[in-house]
């Protein structure tokens, strides 16, 4: 990624590399399976960057919920789990998560395990690296199709099919500033032979994230963020989102995914340790419009283990 600067007075360079990058990778498209889908990505981010286990300085726990368009049958539906914490005083961090993907008859799982190392850049910089291994499930219950099909070849479920990857990140972060680059998932594994009747490919899925957080006044808060994915073989993703915390409880949000969905974000800091967020999606593609969809509804729970000793002010918003 290029030499990174030690000086603080030299941070908004590295803020414009990072935007300037998300702005050339929107000219690159390609088609495939993506990763899960994630409207609240700002609060769920180890999921998709293992440099950010531990970076919150407390043990950290999430419970994610995604029901995408309500009302097809058959349509994503997505839990996740994660927990993570710094390891130490040597800037260790690891962490654990679940990631349970539902689409049709397709039941994907994807069982991670996280390891960071952070170093200090200047009085308020850090930049993390991660890893990530995990393991993949993979169950397609071809019966769920006879309805549609008399061919005896789909007659057989085929499940439990395990394959391993691995995954890395980086993430660069001050109180007020992120931005990150991340792979979860290396190894583009086929899960049927190309002979067969049906394909199961993982890609590699490519993460650009960043964010800044403005204080406009001593009671409001101001957070613009940007995710990009790209997948080969599939439409590159941009998602573009503003939050505003009000006196360091609530959140109101607008997100617009490019050429996608528009979207509305609520969240509560019921105190520093536990956070509620609540997202929905409007489609404002032909499939919005469909009188059998009823919009994408997320909900998030995260609860930070934060003791005393730790002094903190207010709630971390990133």
């Known amino acids: 990624m290029g030499s990174i600067l030690l000086h603080i007075n030299r941070t908004h360079n590295i803020k414009y590399l990072f935007l300037g990058v998300l702005l050339f990778v929107g000219v690159a498209v390609a088609v495939a399976q993506q990763d899960a889908q994630y409207t609240q990505y700002m609060y769920n981010t180890v999921s998709?960057?293992?440099a950010y286990a531990g970076t919150r300085g407390q043990m950290s726990i999430a419970a994610l919920h995604r029901s995408q368009w309500v009302g097809l049958e058959g349509a994503p539906v997505t839990q996740t789990f994660n927990l993570h914490t710094p390891i130490g005083y040597r800037g260790l961090g690891m962490?654990?998560?679940?990631?349970?993907?539902?689409?049709?008859?397709?039941?994907?799982?994807?069982f991670d395990m996280d390891f960071s190392y952070t170093i200090k850049m200047a009085k308020e910089a850090r930049l993390s690296f991660g890893i990530k291994g995990s393991i993949n499930l993979l169950d397609i219950r071809f019966s769920e199709l006879n309805q549609f099909t008399s061919?005896?070849?789909?007659?057989?479920?085929?499940?439990?099919r395990l394959s391993p990857n691995i995954g890395a990140g980086i993430?660069?972060?001050?109180?007020?500033?992120?931005?990150?680059?991340?792979?979860?998932?290396?190894?583009e594994t086929s899960h049927f032979e190309e002979s067969s009747l049906s394909t199961a490919k993982e890609r590699m899925n490519f993460y650009l994230m960043t964010g800044y957080v403005w204080d406009v006044n001593r009671f409001l808060k101001f957070k613009p963020t940007i995710l990009s994915k790209i997948t080969q073989g599939a439409p590159l993703q941009v998602d573009v989102s503003a939050n505003f915390m009000f006196n360091?409880?609530?959140?109101?949000?607008?997100?617009?995914r490019w050429d996608a969905a528009v979207s509305g974000l609520v969240g509560f800091n019921i105190s520093n340790n536990?956070?509620?967020?609540?997202?929905?999606?409007?489609?404002?593609?032909?499939?919005?419009?469909?009188?059998?969809?009823?919009g994408s509804f997320e909900v998030i729970f995260r609860y930070d283990f934060i003791s005393i000793k730790d002094n903190l002010k207010s709630p971390r918003f990133f």
């Open 274 to 294: 536990f956070l509620i967020g609540i997202a929905y999606d409007r489609e404002i593609t032909e499939l919005g419009s469909a009188a059998f969809n009823d």
């Open 95 to 110: 962490g654990v998560s679940i990631v349970n993907d539902q689409i049709g008859p397709t039941s994907e799982t994807n």
């Open 151 to 160: 061919d005896q070849t789909l007659q057989q479920d085929i499940d439990n």
């Open 248 to 256: 360091d409880k609530f959140i109101l949000g607008a997100a617009y």
């Open 48 to 50: 998709i960057n293992p």
């Open 171 to 187: 993430y660069y972060h001050t109180n007020t500033f992120y931005a990150g680059l991340s792979v979860p998932r290396f190894l």
